[in-house]
């Protein structure tokens, strides 16, 4: 994938070449095969000799010579040849030792079919864990236990104890239900639709998500992955690499657990914890994947997606010939959040040259019943060249005039419109059908109710939407927070008091640290302090608790607001202190800190953060202020953000429009918004000794953005750091930062890439000469492609877990982003424990050392992550290159392609 690195590679590498033992394996062995009716063993041989693969097939039984005409082998190592996959039907307490008799016979592959295991209960888990150490021990891959196997139609595999082989086609299926596979399955026979694979993963001991995501991402058989999801098990993984996949290949996902009730059962029926739905949405937007409600709808939507290109907004424009469906059609796009299309003026002026004098003269374009061919071609031609119009949905109702095959001629030609999808729901009976085949023949999707056709342009829009943060290139940010070491020193400190609450005071100097801006605060420890500090700060202020255990000072009378003199500051202490005895005793009061009241003019705002059991940290923004629980207004982010990030964060509450500005009011600066979110990120990841934090009120005014009050809670002494959830994204790793004097004493910064970093990418690739080009992409690749906008934008925002490219930095001046010379990158083989490097320098800096320097410091990323292996392939004219990695200790090789040299570095 060229916008991934610096050079071509396989991505897929030891995870393509480590699944596929289980879609197209030579040898299978069944491991509990046997004749007994009704019995799993007998069904999972019988599909596997009914449907050929291209190989073997061993029943093993100890009690039967034979099992359905086969011979039938005592043993795993009682079989004349290594065997690729087994297939494990046995009980679970025998498994551990069939596993151990698996990998002394040189098995590949395992799928453990039974049950019994974790879902038991602690002896299960047990079992599983003895299981997973022998699998891994032996380098077998295992899917399972408690699931219904595999099926690759296009090899002819079936390895289940479905009742069928589905049909082959292009769409990947991965189920955590073997109930919801064999439906699905079922489903599909009936409706014509194939797959590429079929995957029931069970509980998921070792192959989870991450793995066959990217495996079917690099299958050439497969066009989108569709997922039924129970619980998300290593949320790293996944996202990792459904985001990387989802660029090339739509990933659709029904996640059961939407509600509370939903999701205990499906933690009872995995045996997992269930994360907070609403942080999974969360982060299946930050990857691209799209969330289907509806199990009808997901492979309408992998047919649609394959069919027609993406919306570039929200807006649907309906052509009806009627108006009862266009109302209903309409309803349900509001209801979605999506919106109808505003006409503009010359669209109007355009329809009413072509329609008859009564039409709607708005959107639904009710083009009258009386519609011919010509009058559809015409209706939509004009809607889909509105400029307010992102798609076009055509809704033909049965009428006597009405001739659905010869419309639906007229509409193939706007199948290839590029940039606004085209829909149609033939409403009908068999004349109506005859009009769809036409129409599906084109490639145009056609839906039985509009309603559904509206429900698949909104799934259009959110996963264009999606898709298109992951090209958006962020502001930079002023990422540099100097006292980032005082912020760690006041949290150990309270931690090392015995706290687990930081006060407002100290929350407020957290805050700043990171360049958050806060109301000035002061501690008061008496009445005469109180009134000191009153005056010195001026009236009116603000008297709150400062209590060392008090979560939620109103809750307590701990707030008192808008005081004008001395004498009502002393009164309010005297009322903190008096309520706080009364209600949780004196020993709560710490006394009160003393601030200005900040104007009242803006916009109450929260942004906090809290840890999820599998996601980590998890951002919210929103509407703030006392009620906050009541409104509900908010949204969800995994960390760390870019402006980019921050911008879609904001854009999903229903304040943004209040923040853009309303009924004459000017609006806030949202940039400054972004940035701020930015840091708050930053401050969220880097001290990972932070349980919850809270700003609210953040008061969003034209003027200025300010925390008025802040909530830390942290750790106590006795946290186990390995148990603390770690962040779902790997953030951005500043210990790779260095800076650097060459022997000429020029200045050099190494430094990991970032997604700002686009712009400067734009002009590092005109500084390399066609001979640099040649050398490191193997062919010539002319400027224009290097620098297309989706190809940097790849190569510079990055999964710090997946690759590392360090680029080499000349300094720029004060306010400005430094000159990028060179690029080091290194690419980590999925599943395994290898990686291929590269590097390239500017024309202009080569030979100066700097490529050695890049190589270098990806060997230490490389053994900082437990790496065994790098390689990396070069041209053999390229000698330059082959001095540098010999100096870097790579053994130097030929390669089967006489023009390609191989290096190779065992850490």
């Known amino acids: 994938m060229e916008a991934l690195s610096e050079f071509e590679s396989d991505r897929t590498g030891h995870a393509k070449r ?8 030579k040898s299978v062995a069944v491991i509990g095969a046997t004749e007994k009716a009704g019995h799993v063993g007998r069904a999972i041989l019988w599909n596997l000799i009914s449907s050929p693969f291209g190989g073997t097939v061993y029943p093993v039984n100890p009690k039967r010579a034979a099992v359905l005409g086969i011979r039938a082998y005592s043993s795993i190592a009682a079989v004349p040849e290594l065997v690729d996959l087994a297939i494990l039907v046995t009980p679970a307490e025998s498994v551990p030792q069939v596993m151990r008799e698996c990998a002394a016979a040189g098995v590949i592959g395992a799928v453990i079919i039974s049950a019994g295991f974790r879902e038991t209960g602690p002896r299960g888990l047990e079992l599983e864990r003895d299981t997973l150490a022998i699998a891994r021990e032996a380098g077998i891959r295992v899917i399972g236990p408690n699931c219904l196997g595999v099926m690759c139609p296009v090899s002819g595999l079936n390895a289940t104890f479905a009742s069928n082989i589905a049909q082959p086609g292009t769409v990947a299926l991965i189920s955590q239900s073997g109930a919801i596979c064999t439906a699905l399955l079922d489903w599909s026979l009936r409706e014509q639709v194939g797959f590429s694979a079929v995957v029931s993963v069970g509980s998921m001991l070792d192959v989870g998500w991450g793995a066959l995501i990217d495996y079917l991402g690099s299958d050439p058989h497969t066009r989108s992955i569709v997922i039924y999801m129970e619980s998300i098990g290593d949320a790293r993984s996944f996202l990792s690499a459904a985001r ?49 409600n509806e199990l009808s709808d997901v492979f309408n939507m992998t047919e649609v997606l394959a069919r027609q290109r993406n919306p570039s907004g929200p807006h649907l424009t309906i052509v009806t010939n009627a108006g009862g469906p266009g109302v209903l059609a309409t309803d349900a796009l509001i209801s979605l959040g999506a919106e109808p299309s505003s006409l503009a003026a010359e669209t109007v002026q355009a329809l009413n040259k072509v329609l008859p004098p009564h039409w709607s003269h708005g959107n639904p374009i009710d083009i009258i019943g009386d519609a011919g061919p010509e ?28 001739d659905p095959v010869e419309i639906a001629k007229k509409l193939a030609p706007f199948a290839s419109r590029k940039g606004k999808p085209i829909l149609a729901s033939w409403m009908g009976g068999e004349k109506a059908s005859e009009g769809e085949v036409v129409l599906n023949r084109e490639g145009i999707p056609t839906f039985l109710f509009p309603d559904a056709a509206v429900r698949a342009f909104h799934y259009m829009w959110r996963y264009s939407d999606n898709l298109r943060a992951l090209y958006e290139t962020p502001a930079v940010t002023n990422g540099d927070s100097q006292a980032r070491d005082s912020a760690t020193h006041l949290i150990e400190s309270v931690r090392r008091s015995g706290r687990t609450l930081l006060t407002e005071f100290e929350s407020k100097r957290l805050l700043a640290y990171y360049g958050i801006p806060t109301v000035e605060t002061r501690l008061a420890a008496t009445e005469d302090e109180a009134t000191q500090i009153s005056n010195s700060l001026g009236y009116p202020v603000a008297v709150k608790l400062n209590s060392f255990t008090v979560t939620h000072k109103t809750d307590v009378g701990g707030v008192k607001l808008s005081l004008y003199d001395a004498s009502s500051v002393r009164t309010a202490y005297r009322e903190i202190e008096s309520a706080v005895a009364a209600k949780l005793g004196a020993e709560h009061f710490n006394g009160v800190t003393i601030q200005p ?16 059991p599998q996601f980590g940290p998890v951002l919210l923004f929103g509407a703030g202020g006392q009620l906050v629980e009541v409104f509900q207004d908010r949204a969800l982010a995994l960390p760390p953000l870019n402006t980019t990030l921050a911008r879609r964060l ?21 940039p400054a918004l972004e940035h701020l979110l930015v840091r708050f990120s930053e401050l969220v990841l880097e001290q990972k000794w932070i349980r919850e934090i809270d700003i609210n009120p953040l008061l969003a005014s034209p003027e200025a953005l300010l925390a008025l009050d802040a909530r830390v809670v942290v750790y106590d002494q006795e946290a186990n750091p390995s148990e603390i959830p770690k962040p779902a994204i790997r953030p951005y790793p500043s210990k790779y930062v260095e800076q650097l004097t060459l022997q000429n004493g020029e200045l050099l910064q190494i430094r990991p890439i970032r997604p700002d970093d686009e712009p400067e990418f734009v002009r590092f690739h005109t500084t390399l000469s066609d001979e640099s080009v040649y050398h490191r992409y193997f062919f010539f690749m002319n400027l224009e492609s290097r620098i297309r906008h989706e190809r940097l934008t790849q190569m510079c925002f990055i999964d710090y877990d997946r690759q590392m490219a360090l680029v080499a930095e000349r300094p720029g001046e004060p306010g400005h982003p430094g000159e990028i010379i060179g690029v080091g990158r290194l690419i980590k083989d999925s599943g395994g424990d290898q990686a291929e490097v590269a590097v390239l320098v500017s024309d202009a800096f080569q030979n100066r050392g700097i490529g050695s320097l890049l190589v270098q410091r990806l060997i230490e990323f490389a053994r900082d992550e437990k790496l065994g292996l790098l390689t990396a392939s070069f041209l053999a004219e390229n000698e330059p290159i082959a001095r540098l990695f010999k100096s870097q200790g790579f053994a130097i090789s030929d390669g089967s392609d006489p023009e390609v040299r191989q290096a190779e570095l065992r850490l």
């Open 375 to 402: 009058r559809y071609e015409q209706a939509v031609r004009i809607a889909a060249d509105d400029p307010n119009t992102d798609g076009v949905l055509v809704i033909m109702t049965p009428q006597s005039m009405s």
């Open 244 to 292: 990387e996949v989802a660029l090339s290949k739509p990933i659709l996902v029904i996640k059961a657990g939407r509600t509370e009730l939903a999701a205990k059962a499906a933690a009872s029926h995995t045996g997992s914890l269930v994360g907070s739905d609403s942080v999974l949405d969360a982060a299946f937007r930050r990857v691209g994947v799209l969330r289907i």
């Open 597 to 612: 009241m900040a104007s009242a003019e803006g916009y109450e705002l929260i942004l906090g953060s809290t840890i999820d």
């Open 18 to 25: 480590g699944l596929s033992v289980f879609f197209s394996p």
């Open 650 to 670: 904001i854009e999903q509450t229903r304040i943004f429009r209040a923040l853009k500005g309303v009924r004459g009011r000017d609006p806030v600066d949202v």
